[in-house]
């Protein structure tokens, strides 16, 4: 568990990057920090493994000050990704992920076997690229060495400062399902940077949306979709987070049966949300059919409550 309470970060030239921060990120959270440029997201994160001191308030890892901890075995159980890719450039691939193995010690057949591991995980072949030097890598592989290395020996914590931005859609999307198949397998404590809205919503369990060094809202990628707390949310998620919105299943907007016209045809269980709310445009009221079987019904109603977010979920009526 990470807690900041009452965080507040001032540079030596007076800006505040950081401002009475206070939040916790439990154990095993995928947690997902998004905001403007210069909204002090590298600020905070850094700020966990201590390449950056608060100037007020406390950041605790599992109850203990940050401060409190052997700065070497701090940053050793925590794995950093960060913003710019910064591979060593001397050193081969294979060298690269070992540095904090090899720091804690392993011997090097469990360094190769490790390294071969997630070289194979992103997709690179071991073979091939274990001894080849940074600069003999593309922008993008070198960003995937960055993620790997980061993970290499094991950290219970991992902080990834825009991860993926140089990454092509594709090795993007893959990667990202890497890093979810690898907490769920191994519940680590993710604490993750983007700009991009659908990346947030997709990785997140949750969201902290951040604006001059304060954080907005703290939620889930749902309720943030359904009920941003000011314009300025809304405006960043934006169109492509309603998108997302859209792209789910109609079960959460079915109702008990009700009474419908028997000739209504129905709408498919399997349907999606967008095919949904077409029909809804001209019907108040669709059957949902699932196995041959009228399982309820989709209202023009219910569709828009879900979208809305309840009025009562928001505490007004
Ligand atoms: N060493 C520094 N000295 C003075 N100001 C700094 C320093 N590092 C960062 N800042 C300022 O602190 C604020 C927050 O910076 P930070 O790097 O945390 O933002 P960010 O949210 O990570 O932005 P980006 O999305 O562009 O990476 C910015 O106004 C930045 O100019
Ligand atoms: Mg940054």
Same mark, same amino acid.
């Given at each position: 568990?990470?807690?900041?309470?009452?965080?507040?970060?001032?540079?030596?030239? #007076?800006?505040?990057?950081?401002?009475?921060?206070?939040?916790?990120?439990?154990? #095993?959270?995928? +947690?997902v920090f998004i905001g403007p440029s210069g909204c002090?997201k590298?600020?905070?994160?850094?700020?966990?493994?201590?390449?950056?001191? *608060?100037?007020?308030?406390?950041?605790?890892?599992?109850?203990?000050?940050?401060?409190?901890?052997?700065?070497?075995?701090?940053?050793?159980?925590?794995?950093?990704?960060?913003?710019?890719?910064?591979?060593?450039?001397?050193?081969?691939? !294979?060298?690269?992920?070992?540095?904090?193995?090899?720091?804690?010690?392993?011997? *090097?057949?469990?360094?190769?076997?490790?390294?071969? !591991?997630?070289?194979?995980?992103? #997709?690179?072949?071991?073979?091939?690229?274990?001894?080849?030097?940074?600069?003999?890598?593309?922008?993008?592989?070198?960003?995937?060495?960055?993620?790997?290395?980061?993970?290499?020996?094991?950290?219970?914590?991992?902080?990834?400062?825009?991860?993926?931005?140089?990454?092509?859609?594709?090795?993007?999307?893959?990667?990202?399902?890497?890093?979810?198949?690898?907490?769920?397998?191994?519940?680590?404590?993710?604490? +993750?940077?983007t700009h991009d809205m659908q990346e947030a919503l997709a990785?997140g369990?949750r969201i902290c949306v951040m604006k001059d060094g304060e954080a907005v809202q703290i939620d889930t990628p749902e309720a943030l979709v359904r009920r941003p707390a000011s314009d300025f949310v809304k405006e960043f998620i934006g169109n492509r987070g309603q998108a997302a919105v859209l792209e789910g299943?109609?079960?959460?907007?079915?109702?008990?049966?009700?009474?419908?016209?028997?000739?209504?045809?129905?709408?498919?269980?399997?349907?999606?949300r967008?095919?949904?709310l077409?029909?809804?445009?001209?019907?108040?009221?669709?059957?949902?059919?699932?196995? #041959?079987?009228?399982?309820?019904?989709?209202?023009?109603?219910?569709a828009v409550q879900f979208l809305a977010g309840r009025a009562e979920e928001r505490g007004r009526v």
């Amino acid at each position: 568990m990470i807690r900041f309470e009452n965080v507040t970060k001032v540079y030596k030239d #007076g800006t505040k990057a950081v401002n009475a921060l206070d939040l916790t990120i439990e154990k #095993g959270e995928f +947690f997902v920090f998004i905001g403007p440029s210069g909204c002090g997201k590298t600020t905070t994160m850094k700020m966990i493994n201590r390449l950056i001191d *608060a100037t007020d308030g406390t950041v605790s890892i599992d109850g203990k000050n940050v401060h409190d901890y052997d700065i070497h075995e701090l940053r050793w159980n925590i794995g950093y990704v960060l913003q710019q890719i910064a591979l060593f450039p001397h050193m081969t691939i !294979e060298e690269n992920i070992a540095i904090v193995p090899e720091l804690r010690g392993w011997n *090097a057949e469990k360094i190769r076997k490790r390294t071969d !591991e997630l070289l194979e995980m992103v #997709g690179l072949d071991p073979d091939t690229y274990r001894t080849r030097k940074p600069n003999e890598l593309s922008g993008g592989q070198q960003q995937r060495i960055g993620v790997i290395r980061a993970l290499a020996a094991d950290p219970d914590i991992i902080l990834m400062d825009e991860p993926f931005s140089a990454l092509d859609p594709i090795s993007r999307e893959k990667l990202q399902q890497d890093i979810i198949d690898l907490q769920k397998r191994i519940h680590k404590t993710i604490v +993750f940077v983007t700009h991009d809205m659908q990346e947030a919503l997709a990785l997140g369990d949750r969201i902290c949306v951040m604006k001059d060094g304060e954080a907005v809202q703290i939620d889930t990628p749902e309720a943030l979709v359904r009920r941003p707390a000011s314009d300025f949310v809304k405006e960043f998620i934006g169109n492509r987070g309603q998108a997302a919105v859209l792209e789910g299943s109609i079960e959460p907007w079915i109702r008990p049966l009700q009474e419908t016209d028997p000739l209504k045809k129905p709408i498919s269980f399997t349907a999606d949300r967008k095919e949904a709310l077409q029909r809804l445009v001209t019907e108040d009221m669709i059957p949902v059919e699932r196995n #041959g079987q009228i399982v309820g019904t989709i209202t023009r109603e219910s569709a828009v409550q879900f979208l809305a977010g309840r009025a009562e979920e928001r505490g007004r009526v």
